[in-house]
């Protein structure tokens, strides 16, 4: 009876033991990860206006996320200290900004300015046709590209799907079904001569019809 109590006692004092611990650390990991994240906010403008730069893309490098910014070039993100954090917008430079690891508090503001880049593209020189015949017969001529719906009845229709088939090899389960086929009509005639369908009129007309489509036509 006094070593059951003692077991008991035992397995209690076990139990506290690691709640206790458990509690420890529920306690102190959550206060860790909230001081490193940062609340990140501010706004993007023109260096030279100052105007709002809306739809700027803001990116925490290496870390696959980021935000873009409202239609008055103001933003807000969640990040962590010591992160580097990209500033993008097409037609301006990027610039790019580190949160200070040994920032105090969970919030940093910024005010990022914005420098246009200039590109410089290849000169395009446009020229009008001759004639107004020459326009005319260059524009019927013309090719255009299908478009899906065009590109998907193509590849759907009677003729791509005949070509498709002939030129296709049996996969796994068509040849074994062609295997089966052929063994079980060469036994089904075993000991006899199978028939002739030259004098079948079935055979004749799946013959017929099978040249009219052109089936038996050679395919360069």
Do not use: H
């Not at 696959?64 to 962590?80: M, P």
């Not at 199978?194 to 079935?202: E, G």
Request: charged letters at 20%; proline letters at 5%.
């Amino acid at each position: 009876m006094k070593k059951q109590v003692f077991i008991s006692l035992s397995i209690l004092l076990f139990s506290f033991a690691s709640n206790n611990i458990n509690a420890q650390n529920t306690e102190t990991t959550p206060n860790i990860y909230r001081d490193s994240v940062v609340q990140l906010y501010g706004v993007i403008m023109t260096a030279d206006s100052l105007k709002a730069i809306p739809f700027a893309s803001i990116v925490v490098n290496n870390k696959g996320r980021g935000t873009i910014t409202n239609n008055d070039g103001v933003f807000s993100i969640a990040v962590n200290k010591g992160e580097q954090i990209t500033f993008s917008c097409v037609g301006f430079k990027n610039r790019v900004i580190k949160i200070p690891a040994n920032l105090e508090g969970n919030q940093y503001s910024v005010i990022q300015l914005m420098v246009n880049d200039t590109n410089f593209l290849p000169a395009t020189i446009l020229k009008p046709r001759p004639t107004r015949q020459q326009f005319e017969r260059d524009f019927v001529n013309s090719k255009v590209d299908d478009d899906m719906y065009e590109t998907a009845r193509k590849n759907t229709s009677t003729a791509q799907k005949r070509i498709i088939l002939s030129s296709l090899p049996r996969d796994g389960k068509e040849a074994v079904g062609a295997s089966l086929s052929q063994q079980a009509s060469r036994y089904y005639y075993s000991g006899q001569l199978p028939p002739m369908n030259i004098l079948n009129p079935a055979a004749w007309k799946s013959f017929i019809n099978s040249w009219k489509r052109g089936d038996y036509k050679s395919k360069k």
